[in-house]
C-alpha cells in the first residue's frame, strides 16, 4: 500500500501553528528574563532542545506545553493568542512570514527594552514611553497618513546645527 502523505494545506497550518506557538514561548521567556538553559533545567530537558522548542523545528507535545505554561506562568490559551485558523489566512501568514531580522520580530535588544520598561514604576514607564514617541517622531504623522495596519513612510533623520554652525547629523 502506498504511504500517504499529507496536503500542502494541512502542512501549511501545522506549521503556522508551530511557528506562533514558538514564537509565543520565545516572547514570554523573554519577558520573564528567563535564559534557555533556565527553562531547560526547570523542565528537565537540555537547552539545545528549547532552542528547538522556539525555532520551531521541533514539535512541542502538549503535555510538555502544559509543563511550559506552568514554568511561565500563563495559561495555555496564551500560546494560541493572536492566531488566525482561517484556512485562506493560514496560507497568507504562511507566504508572508517574517524572518527573525525583520520588522515586526521582536529580537534580544527590543525584548531587553520591553523587559527593562515593564519593570520601571507606571508614572516612569509613561514619561519614558512620551519621550520614546518624541524622539522617534512616533505620533507625528498626520492622521490619514498611513492606511490601516500600514506602517507610516520612514522620514529621513533630522539634522541639528554644531557650535559652529554648520548642520551635523
Do not use: C
Amino acid at each position: 500500500m502506498p504511504r500517504r502523505t499529507k496536503n500542502q494545506e494541512i502542512l501549511a497550518f501545522e506549521s503556522t501553528v508551530e511557528a506562533h506557538i514558538a514564537g509565543r514561548l520565545r516572547l514570554r521567556r523573554g519577558l520573564l528574563g528567563m535564559t534557555q538553559s533556565e527553562l531547560a533545567r526547570a523542565l528537565g530537558i537540555t537547552f539545545q532542545q528549547v532552542q528547538k522548542y522556539e525555532r520551531g523545528s521541533n514539535r512541542i507535545s502538549i503535555g510538555k506545553l502544559v509543563q511550559i505554561a506552568e514554568i511561565l506562568d500563563v495559561p495555555i490559551t496564551f500560546f494560541f493568542d493572536g492566531l488566525e485558523l482561517d484556512g485562506d489566512r493560514v496560507q497568507r501568514l504562511v507566504a508572508q512570514a517574517p524572518a527573525a531580522d525583520e520588522p515586526g520580530v521582536l529580537g534580544r535588544r527590543d525584548l531587553d527594552l520591553l523587559r527593562g520598561w515593564r519593570n520601571l514604576p507606571p508614572a516612569v514607564a509613561d514619561a519614558f514611553a512620551a519621550l520614546l514617541r518624541a524622539t522617534s517622531g512616533a505620533g507625528e504623522e498626520e492622521e490619514g497618513e498611513a492606511g490601516e495596519g500600514e506602517a507610516p513612510a520612514a522620514k529621513a533623520p533630522r539634522r541639528r546645527k554644531s557650535a559652529s554652525g554648520t548642520a551635523a547629523a
